[in-house]
């Protein structure tokens, strides 16, 4: 699937941009029977947003089941991660934020470059829902047009995983710019590293998985050279020899 001068022209403005089908169906239900493994083996955390709501969470999950691997090389991946950071394309990591059904957590409103201070600013996020995904069950919200800086993360989050960080405060999001998108399951939005967004809490008696994929403009961070491969183009010469 290629995309066209008006589709990356709205990324570029509003920061993010719905995909539509991403996945097939078998790749859909292989990552949910892949989850569910990963999990009866314990190897995800569930950090908790507030007391009995909680997420789970498994960053990184290609490092813990190679199978995640197959999605990460699709053609329908890295078209979209080209058409938002240009030729080269080097994954950065991949990750699975499953909000269960009645108890799902929140995600705090952040912008993902405050933690991966990637500089240009040249990464970006598929994420790509597993379940129908609606207003009730924890839709990511993004705020249209704040992938130009990176703002203030002020308020403290100690989150029971061991991590303490900040993140946005919600009242100095403009909610008139908030963008949210009813989702099939395969069906993807992809964001700059720079547009804040955030996920309200999943209320709903049906659960929101979500496995995403962070790509990023070849070699931008020597850290990742190692260990996550170049999908398109070609390495920069000057990182190769870092
Ligand atoms: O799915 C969520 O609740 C959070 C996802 C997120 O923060 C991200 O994809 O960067």
Redesign the pocket.
Known sequence: MRYTAQQIATYQRDGVLPLGKVLTDAQIQGAREHIETLIAENKVDRPESAPGKHAIRRLEVSQHDPWFMGIVRSDAIVDAGEAAIGPNVQMFQDNI?Y?PASVGGS?PFHQ?NIWWNVNPPAIM?I?IALDEVDETN?P?QYVRGSNTHLRDHTLPVNDPCGAKYNVIDPATIDRSKIVTFKLQPGEAVMHHCLTI?G?PENQSPRPRR?Y?VHLMQAGLSPRELDKYPLLRGSMPLAAAAV
Do not use: C
């Open positions: 934020f909000k995600t993902d996020t994420w924890g990511v967004h996920a979500a995403t």
